[in-house]
């Protein structure tokens, strides 16, 4: 196991600037005034994550079946956060058979990027890494993968603070992960075609005859028994029978209705529905962050997938979002290659996967060589 607590003091030699103290420590070990200065952290960003805010980790780290392993690493000044992700240990990264640890700790997690303040971000890094190359059990942890940045400021940020602390670093991967930006004109479904829009509004049309009620678009946020509806709904399809759903895996629901309950008292939980009567035919869940949106769940009645519920919800929110609120925009924060959202939203974000050698020599050396490799492969690939 980690230790339960540990403090690394550090002292930064550019321009006499320090970040006094970074640390890595359990969730639930943070006082009142920590867990403000989490959320301030994360409210200042113009890049947030919902899914590294306490709201959402504090339950992981009380109910799910990993939570003895999730621990946070911190970089504070006179009480104020300038930095903090959370990690937990694993044993390989990808073919390479070396212990590590990993920013990704729930399960379907498709946002990691790290809260950063970038007054104070390349000193941040340093000193987490710094943190967090020290917080092993006896065991030594090569590497430290970020997974899923957004490919905003944060990776190089990242690559900055890793150079300060003479830490080496690598994007080891990118691809894109569809969003949806504000427009002037509520141009959206136009970008599907009037063939597709006309056979959504067929199925819709079928879907309330065999439903019997007229289907309507509804805003549940509010509705405190709709996260386990949810749940529900999910539980009944084929995520289900598949054994993804939330109510598969022990702790899971739990979390959920804890994470929901704290977005909500901040006004920042998302829940609209498609309805037939008093029937959700299709759900979706986003958390707000700073001016967007993040797409947490979805699911749908699997007795009317054939009338394609979650597509029409999708479009739904679309229209919904953008002529009915001040949303900036909507990111998927789905999986790499799931073709349906891509064709479903018009616009890209960019997202990085990196890594970090922070063990001794020979990890630094392995990562240095698994990095000219895979560049060499990419130069032969672009050749032929």
């Known amino acids: 196991m980690l230790p339960d607590h540990e403090t690394v003091d550090l002292t930064s030699s550019q321009e006499n600037k320090s970040i006094v103290q970074s640390r890595v420590v359990r969730p639930s070990e943070l006082t009142e005034s920590e867990l403000q200065a989490w959320d301030d952290l994360a409210a200042r960003l113009g890049h947030p994550n919902p899914l590294f805010e306490p709201s959402c980790l504090i339950p992981a780290a009380r109910y799910l079946?990993?939570?003895?392993?999730?621990?946070?690493?911190?970089?504070?000044?006179?009480g104020r956060f300038y930095g903090c992700f959370p990690f937990q240990a694993e044993n390989r990264w990808r073919a390479i058979r070396r212990p590590l640890f990993t920013t990704q700790v729930r399960r379907m997690q498709y946002d990691g990027t790290p809260l950063i303040d970038p007054e104070r971000g390349d000193e941040a890094v340093a000193a987490l890494l710094d943190a967090v190359s020290d917080a092993g059990d006896g065991v030594r942890r090569g590497f430290l993968l970020f997974d899923w940045v957004d490919e905003g400021p944060v990776p190089g940020v990242i690559e900055h603070g890793a150079t300060r602390g003479s830490?080496?670093?690598?994007?080891?991967?990118?691809?894109e992960r569809p969003v949806v930006r504000r427009r002037e004109t509520m141009s959206y479904r136009s970008d599907h075609g009037g063939k597709l829009l006309r056979n959504l509004g067929r199925l819709r049309r079928n879907l309330a005859k065999q439903a019997g009620a007229d289907v309507r678009f509804v805003d549940r946020?509010?509705?405190?028994?709709?996260?386990?509806?949810?749940?529900?709904?999910?539980?009944?399809?084929?995520?289900?029978?598949?054994?993804?759903?939330?109510?598969?895996?022990?702790?899971?629901?739990?979390?959920f209705v804890e994470m929901c309950d704290g977005f909500r008292?901040?006004?920042?939980?998302?829940?609209?529905?498609?309805?037939?009567?008093?029937?959700?035919?299709?759900?979706?869940?986003?958390?707000?962050?700073?001016d967007g949106l993040f797409l947490l769940k979805l699911t749908?009645?699997?007795e009317f997938a054939h009338f394609r519920p979650g597509i029409q919800l999708h479009l739904d929110v679309i229209d919904h979002v953008f002529?009915?609120?001040n949303v900036q925009w909507i990111d998927t924060c789905t999986f790499e290659g799931n073709e349906t959202l891509m064709h479903l939203y018009p616009d890209r974000k960019d997202v990085v996967a990196m890594v970090a050698g922070i063990g001794g020599p020979f990890d630094r050396a392995l990562l240095k060589a698994v990095?000219?490799?895979?560049?060499?492969?990419q130069a032969l690939n672009r050749s032929k």
């Not at 386990?228 to 598949?242: F, P, Q």
């Not at 609209?272 to 959700?280: I, N, Q």
Request: glycine share 10%; aromatic share 10%; charged share 30%.
């Open 65 to 78: 079946s990993n939570r003895d392993r999730i621990r946070l690493a911190v970089a504070t000044e006179d």
């Open 300 to 302: 749908f009645e699997e």
């Open 265 to 290: 008292k901040q006004g920042r939980l998302c829940l609209y529905a498609l309805e037939a009567g008093d029937r959700p035919i299709a759900l979706q869940l986003f958390l707000r962050g700073d």
């Open 371 to 377: 990095r000219r490799a895979r560049g060499a492969k």
């Open 323 to 325: 002529a009915e609120t």
């Open 167 to 175: 830490y080496p670093v690598y994007r080891y991967h990118a691809w």
């Open 221 to 255: 946020s509010g509705d405190l028994g709709m996260p386990d509806t949810l749940m529900r709904v999910e539980a009944e399809g084929y995520k289900g029978s598949t054994g993804v759903a939330l109510r598969s895996h022990p702790g899971e629901a739990e979390w």
